[in-house]
């Protein structure tokens, strides 16, 4: 399954990261490889869809209000600058990469990976 969703981003032009991707990589409770589809992340483990201010999956629902991410797990997560700070973890985004506590997500055109 990796190699698949590997193979898709490969062949589609990369996209400029916004909330979305935010969200997948630092944000989220989960973890996998996913292929960004419009506003929907396809996941080898969950779906993740971009509805509004909603960010719906599996997890359950979270949210985003000005800088600050409401979680699916109740976690608030603010982003300051190129940091998403948490009680738990600070995720530092320095272009494709999110570096935290828990590894390093990255983002190669419509493809994400988060450990």
């Not at 589609?12 to 989220?28: F, I, M, N, P, S």
């Amino acid at each position: 399954m990796k190699a698949t969703l590997i193979l898709m981003a490969l062949l589609v032009a990369g996209v400029r990261a916004d909330d979305l991707d935010d969200y997948v990589a630092a944000v989220y409770g989960g973890n996998g490889d996913f292929v960004r589809v419009g506003s929907t992340y396809v996941g080898s483990h969950d779906i993740i869809t971009k509805a509004g201010s909603a960010y719906v999956s599996s997890r359950g629902i979270a949210t985003k209000a000005g800088s600050t991410y409401i979680s699916e797990d109740n976690e608030t997560v603010v982003k300051a600058g190129s940091a998403f700070v948490s009680d738990n973890d600070i995720i530092v985004n320095a272009g494709d990469a999110y570096s935290g506590g828990n590894g390093i997500s990255y983002k190669t055109g419509f493809f994400l990976s988060k450990p």
